[in-house]
């Protein structure tokens, strides 16, 4: 068998990304402006609906002010946090099988983390690292203000579970009080509305998966209060860098007022952007907090605009090349995660296996052999309790057992659309091969 170069996960650009990105750099506006505005009110549209190339032009008041495009899906969470209020003195509960961009946006705030270990090898039914509900309910206390839940590798978590688990303990929530600020104001309110511990979606993984939630197809997005996602490089869709931020409706609370927080939060505080300034006599602007700099720049949006135009046929192929891992996996005997189910669709993000009766080092060895056929592949996660710099707030592996056990034996096979169908059988036969030996 000739030998191939198989990345793990290059970005899928076409002539019709790179066209646009051209057009915006001749254009002269190459900061947050118009295509950035577009992206938004789109990706609003398909979050919604489904529909990725819906014409939002026609409805520009009903698609705007829906989502907030910044620069990574990091600061769309640590946003979520502080739109919410959550800061010192408050405990946010986070998965302890996730990326450290889930819990850091925590420590960012001055909040503290409550690791929660995960179901013993992941969901019953998608075999996903899904949090242990069971422990997500003792771990909340009068201290606690939100529950950040990942769709790992672009699987839905179990929604209705967590809502139900939350109500539960929906005596002990304290809303925060405001301190005076526009800011403090919003948060208070917030949480008075919202009335209990608030749930952030992490959805770095899962742009355009689904869940029966209540018995209703709703979209990742439309769910969780909050929903951070990531447009990085890795992602199924890019804009190089970059991320957004969405919310579900507040009642009493207009949608244009959590948004212009948003902008605020993620330019300075400056309380006009670019954009706005370029009106007739409109120069002047004002500072109201003195906040962040994550605004997405229109280069990065013209990424997206074209991703987006492509993004169902994307996933598409994702769907082919995850049926010929299954079969493979399914032959050999292999653990791998289920990416569709009747009651779920996930985003096909990552495809993660665990190797049945190998130890960390049988797995770092065929990890290796692999990459010598020219496959690269990764690990996703090393838990996060495992990392220096979580283990300095006293956090240790040996208290998050069904944790540890998912990670030792995890390989994550290279999983994007650049695949050719010799490519994925090339990975299959090599995979096979590794196995046997």
């Excluded at 850091?104 to 899904?130: L, M, R, W, Y």
């Excluded at 606690?144 to 939350?166: H, L, M, N, P, R």
């Excluded at 006009?272 to 006599?281: E, H, M, P």
């Amino acid at each position: 068998m000739e030998k191939k170069d198989i990345s793990f996960s290059p970005p899928d650009i076409s002539k019709a990304e790179i066209e646009e990105v051209i057009n915006t750099l001749k254009s002269g506006w190459i900061t947050t402006g118009p295509r950035t505005k577009l992206l938004e009110r789109r990706l609003a549209a398909y979050i919604e609906t489904g529909n990725a190339n819906m014409n939002t032009e026609d409805s520009i008041e009903h698609w705007s002010n829906r989502v907030v495009c910044l620069n990574s899906a990091t600061a769309a969470e640590e946003l979520n946090l502080r739109i919410l209020g959550i800061g010192p003195g408050d405990e946010v509960i986070v998965p302890a099988y996730t990326y450290t961009a889930s819990a850091s946006a925590v420590i960012h705030c001055g909040a503290t983390i409550k690791f929660v270990d995960i179901q013993k090898d992941g969901d019953p039914i998608t075999h996903a690292p899904e949090m242990d509900y069971e422990k997500l309910e003792t771990a909340i206390t009068e201290k606690t203000k939100a529950v950040v839940v990942v769709d790992f590798g672009g699987i839905v978590c179990d929604y209705d579970k967590i809502f139900e688990t939350i109500e539960k303990k929906k005596k002990l929530f304290r809303p925060v009080k405001s301190d005076g600020t526009y800011l403090g104001d919003l948060s208070s309110k917030i949480q008075r509305v919202i009335g209990r511990v608030a749930v952030i979606a992490d959805c770095a993984h899962s742009l355009g998966a689904s869940r029966f939630f209540r018995n209703e197809k709703r979209y990742c997005g439309t769910i969780a209060d909050f929903t951070s996602f990531s447009f990085h490089a890795v992602k199924n869709f890019t804009t190089a860098e970059g991320g957004a931020a969405t919310w579900l409706p507040v009642t009493g609370i207009d949608n244009t007022e959590i948004y212009k927080m948003y902008q605020l939060l993620s330019l300075h505080g400056q309380n006009k952007d670019a954009f706005a300034k370029t009106k007739a006599g409109a120069w002047e602007y004002d500072i109201v907090g003195p906040w962040y700099k994550c605004n997405m720049t229109d280069i990065m949006a013209a990424i997206g605009l074209k991703q987006l135009d492509r993004y169902l046929n994307l996933l598409k192929r994702r769907a082919q090349i995850i049926e010929k891992y299954d079969n493979i996996c399914d032959i050999l005997g292999i653990n791998h995660m289920v990416h569709h189910t009747d009651y779920m669709d996930s985003s096909k993000h990552l495809y993660p296996i665990r190797i049945p009766g190998i130890d960390v080092g049988q797995r770092n060895e065929m990890i290796k052999k692999l990459a010598e056929a020219g496959i690269a592949t990764n690990v996703h996660y090393k838990p996060l309790p495992m990392m220096t710099a979580y283990k300095v707030f006293g956090w240790n592996i040996a208290d998050f057992p069904n944790t540890y056990d998912y990670y030792h034996n995890l390989i994550t096979l290279p999983l994007h659309t650049l695949l050719s169908d010799d490519d994925v059988d090339y990975v299959c036969a090599n995979l096979n091969t590794v196995i046997e030996r």
